[in-house]
């Protein structure tokens, strides 16, 4: 099976994704648990393997010791210099794009894939992956800083995307228009007025500025009473207090899509 899709720039650091990582353990972590066959793939996972390997140890201790990662490229030589760090049989790597090798995984993780894709080729993409998932099974796909420190992802199934996330470090935000910079591709384009995520945003960045008061008490205080209001003001933000202490925010997607 000729893999699809193109080879990406690959750039990756270890913990870039352990935002991700850690909201997939615990948003996921059911589908995988109650899976016939617990397979994950790590879609694109650059030119070293330390995020697929990340994935897999972070998966192994929060949701079942027997998961199987296999972290898949389409550059041969990114898949060959990767052995080294496989661990038969809860990690391999192997050569495959958005086909996903013939595998039925029961979760994909795609992240800093799309965003070097145009942004009409996003839908196919989704639907390729969705298309070849195991039943019931998922896909998180999306955009992070080269550190890891602003982020926001797409959470999928067969019937299209579900949920849109965003996270950040709070430690270092200055405020949360700078998450712009890192939507998923479907929403980076969309950021302007008119559209739905530019209101989001720009309704996270007025709250921000109003809860200045807060900033001597730290980012998170500022942070958490600012997702507050954006949440009164009837943005469909899930009620997870715990998540916005983390610096995330999950809210159903079709608040956001495109219009």
Request: proline share 8%; aromatic share 6%; hydrophobic share 45%.
């Amino acid at each position: 099976m000729k893999p699809q899709g193109v080879v990406t720039r690959g750039t990756t650091n270890p913990n870039r994704l352990r935002r991700v990582d850690n909201w997939i353990v615990e948003t996921c972590g059911d589908a995988l648990r109650t899976a016939a066959d617990p397979l994950v793939v790590d879609l694109g996972y650059g030119a070293t393997p330390v995020t697929a390997v990340e994935l897999r140890a972070r998966l192994a201790a929060g949701v079942r010791a027997d998961v199987r990662v296999v972290g898949l490229e389409i550059d041969p030589v990114r898949v060959a210099a990767a052995q080294p760090a496989a661990a038969p049989p809860g990690l391999t790597f192997a050569r495959g794009g958005f086909e996903l090798a013939g595998l039925r995984p029961a979760l994909v993780r795609a992240f800093n894939v799309l965003r070097q894709y145009d942004e009409g080729e996003v839908a196919g993409a989704w639907r390729t992956v969705t298309g070849r998932l195991a039943p019931g099974g998922l896909l998180v796909e999306g955009t992070c800083d080269e550190l890891g420190r602003l982020g926001s992802w797409v959470l999928l199934d067969a019937g299209g995307p579900r949920t849109l996330t965003l996270a950040a470090k709070l430690t270092t935000l200055e405020r949360p228009a700078q998450l712009a910079e890192r939507l998923p591709k479907a929403l980076i384009h969309r950021n302007v007025p008119g559209e739905r995520i530019h209101d989001l945003i720009g309704a996270l960045d007025d709250a921000w500025q109003a809860a200045a008061g807060y900033a001597p008490f730290g980012p998170r205080q500022r942070w958490l009473h600012a997702v507050q209001a954006v949440r009164a003001a009837g943005w469909p933000i899930a009620a997870n207090p715990r998540h916005w202490r983390q610096g995330t925010l999950t809210l159903p997607y079709p608040a956001v899509a495109p219009t």
